[in-house]
């Protein structure tokens, strides 16, 4: 078989076979005559007895149907259902080799990308990886005659039930439970993705892990709930130390959980909780890092790295709600930040004069047009702080940025895909890494990494 030929292999066929690597999805990479098949729980380095469930041109899938030899790095899944949704694809393997893996992932796409001159450190990890989220969507569905709460088996529309999510604060897998059986209770219907009828799509909840705040959204697909007032009494009387509760308002039919038109059943429109210090203030709609433990040290060590003297002029890109722009405003001259979402950037303000701080402000605009506004306009920041999403940064922002030429451009991200293809286009722009490149595990059990990376003019 060679690898554009898949006739070789058919489905339900039982192969024995080395696992040789993971995927960026969590799935063990097993090789016949270099062909790939992608098999959930399979670890490197075992060798599995696995049936062929799907051949496609270019790859196939399977699933375990024996362990001829067992990793070392495995541990026994204690949540078995976290590895088929997807949620947790690593919590089969040992914390220390999850850290590895991590490091070894930002090695290799740095070298598919070119750049070998580069040192990744070994990843910062938590003391403990488990329930550290503080924001959670849940997916609910009718199944077997009742509300049913979990995630999606991985490629399929089945939802498999979860009540234990591992990976969220127990209070808020707690509330989940509780409001889903009070709508239970009142016959609220889940919406329907093929019929397009029901009520009841996610439900979301926040918690603050310094205040204990906790916000609860119920995402529907219409403006109001039958019985609404009898629901609003049975979950305040079930979770007393509420502190909002919202009516989220999504009609539409796509893949975007959460809609714009926020109302409130009860108590406040918003949570707080504290960040380095600072008070911030947590929209239904806004960005807020899950983490806040490794959070802290994310946005810590990002300062750190940067090397502040507190006489320069700081950009915050991305700036969201304003959290990175707000823990270094102590350590600089001034700080700007700039997010497109305007709700952001309205939160940003709040938090702004909820801290007293005089020495930043925030723009409503997209980030890479607002930097070819300020190099036509000859504004040279001393450094700039950027946190894209997933997707990174945009070829306009990073010639924008080698128009503007700051001397320390400070890339956190949550994707090291992205990071490795910026970090080329931004070396070529006069740039350099000029430190070690540094991984969090701001999402132990998965396969997602945060890192900062520093980069710098000149050759010294």
């Not at 090789?31 to 490197?44: E, N, Q, T």
């Not at 149907?65 to 947790?88: L, N, Y």
């Not at 697909?221 to 502190?243: C, G, M, N």
Request: glycine share 6%.
């Amino acid at each position: 078989m060679n690898k554009k030929s898949y006739s070789d292999l058919v489905k339900n066929q039982e192969l024995i076979a080395d696992v040789v690597d993971l995927t960026y999805e969590g799935l063990g990479v097993v090789k016949v005559a270099d062909f790939p098949i992608f098999v959930a729980d399979a670890l490197p380095g075992e060798v599995i007895k696995l049936s062929v469930t799907r051949v496609l041109n270019s790859y196939a899938f399977g699933r375990v149907i024996d362990r001829i030899k067992v990793s070392a790095d495995r541990v026994t899944i204690k949540h078995p259902e976290m590895i088929a949704s997807g949620i947790a694809p690593l919590v089969n393997l040992a914390y220390p080799a999850q850290l590895v893996f991590k490091q070894k992932q930002i090695q290799q796409l740095f070298h598919k990308a070119g750049i070998d001159d580069v040192e990744i450190l070994p990843t910062l990890g938590m003391a403990d990886p488990t329930h550290y989220r503080n924001k959670t969507v849940i997916p609910v569905k009718f199944q077997n005659g009742k509300l049913v709460t979990g995630f999606y088996r991985r490629g399929s529309h089945k939802l498999v039930p979860i009540n234990d999510y591992y990976l969220n604060d127990p209070k808020i897998d707690a509330a989940v439970g509780t409001v889903r059986d009070v709508l239970n209770d009142f016959h609220i219907t889940a919406y329907d993705e093929i019929t397009r009828q029901g009520l009841l799509r996610y439900i979301l909840v926040r918690r603050g892990y310094h205040t204990g705040q906790m916000m609860i959204a119920i995402i529907s697909t219409k403006k109001k709930l039958p019985q609404e007032r009898s629901i609003i009494a049975a979950i305040t009387a079930k979770i007393p130390d509420l502190t909002s509760l919202i009516l989220n308002y999504n009609p539409k039919q796509t893949n975007v959980q959460l809609g714009l038109d926020n109302r409130i059943l009860f108590g406040e429109p918003v949570i707080h909780d504290t960040l380095l210090g600072l008070d911030f203030e947590i929209a239904v709609n806004s960005f807020y890092q899950v983490n806040p433990q490794t959070t802290a040290i994310l946005y810590t060590k990002a300062a750190q790295l940067a090397e502040l003297k507190g006489n320069e002029l700081a950009i915050d890109a991305y700036s969201g709600i304003g959290t990175i722009g707000l823990s270094i405003a102590d350590q600089v001259k001034k700080v700007i930040g700039v997010e497109v979402v305007k709700s952001a950037v309205d939160d940003a303000q709040k938090n702004l004069l909820a801290n007293h701080i005089q020495n930043a402000e925030f723009i409503a605009e997209d980030a890479p047009k607002q930097f070819a506004i300020w190099a036509q306009q000859g504004i040279k920041p001393d450094l700039v702080f950027v946190d894209p999403p997933r997707k990174g940064l945009t070829i306009d922002l990073i010639r924008a940025l080698g128009m503007m030429r700051p001397a320390k451009l400070i890339y956190i991200s949550c994707n090291p895909a992205t990071l490795a293809r910026d970090a080329v286009l931004i070396k070529s722009e006069g740039y350099r890494i000029a430190k070690p490149v540094l991984p969090i595990d701001q999402f132990p059990q998965t396969m997602h990494v945060e890192s900062i990376t520093v980069f710098q003019t000149g050759s010294d």
